[in-house]
């Protein structure tokens, strides 16, 4: 078993309740030095301990008890209060291991589902702009990489609302590597579009919000940077889409 499958159970073995395997794997990680498992004991140690000191010891007085008992004419049997002490702590702690578990696992699940909630949201404004792009009245569109091999797809301009690109057949970028798309003017400045990396399979969709002049705008490109991106392109275009003149 790994430490995260023995979360649970710190607790119990402190208390000396923890079933097998659970019991005898979390003393072989003990033994071995893990220091996951280490820090998880001394922390249930020192829950086992402030639980323990907040039941404060009780017993009703023997003077009250004989009372009692006389009044029912029983006799008086001496008996300890301490086991029945001892199970109730117990439960308690067993309980409070439980619920505290369950509160970490609903925790993790809120914190999952926040964040896919958050990717969705990305996800549907992305596709929410591309399509505004995409049925724009005064939208263009140029294609490239028709005559290669790879990449090739197509650059979907409009002047109010941007660029959009769509590509197959590009690569996933190397580790610390990403495209960097540019719009370049008639002139030769390229003024950069954003970041942006391919998908597993080789598909690409970035879209850079920005007016465009269409009558100054040349050509679209992409280059292959520095994942933290470039004032200028540094390396030879991928993707050049050379846009109509207006």
């Not at 294609?143 to 290669?148: A, C, L, P, Y």
């Not at 009558?215 to 540094?234: R, Y």
Request: aromatic share 6%; charged share 25%.
């Amino acid at each position: 078993m790994n430490c995260s499958e023995l979360r649970d159970h710190y607790e119990l073995y402190v208390l000396g309740v923890a079933d097998e395997p659970e019991r005898s794997e979390i003393r072989t990680h003990l033994d071995r030095g893990c220091e996951v498992c280490t820090a998880e004991m001394k922390r249930a140690r020192e829950f086992a301990a402030l639980l323990g000191g907040t039941a404060m010891p009780a017993e009703p007085s023997p003077k009250l008890r004989r009372r009692i008992l006389a009044s029912v004419g029983a006799e008086e049997r001496r008996f300890g209060w301490a086991p029945f002490l001892a199970a109730a702590t117990v439960l308690s702690l067993c309980a409070a291991v439980y619920f505290i578990g369950r509160e970490r696992d609903f925790a993790q699940e809120a914190s999952i589902l926040r964040d896919q909630s958050r990717r969705q949201t990305i996800e549907l404004t992305r596709l929410s702009e591309a399509f505004a792009i995409l049925n724009g009245a005064e939208t263009t569109v140029t294609s490239f990489g028709e005559s290669q091999p790879k990449p090739k797809g197509k650059v979907f301009c409009n002047p109010a609302l941007g660029v959009l690109l769509i590509a197959s057949n590009l690569p996933q970028a190397p580790a610390g590597k990403a495209y960097e798309m540019w719009v370049i003017s008639r002139s030769g400045q390229a003024v950069r579009a954003g970041m942006f990396q391919a998908e597993a399979d080789g598909t690409a969709l970035h879209i850079e919000r920005r007016t465009l002049d269409m009558k100054t705008t040349g050509v679209v490109a992409v280059t292959l940077e520095n994942e933290a991106g470039v004032d200028q392109p540094t390396t030879t275009p991928l993707i050049v889409a050379s846009l109509a003149l207006q």
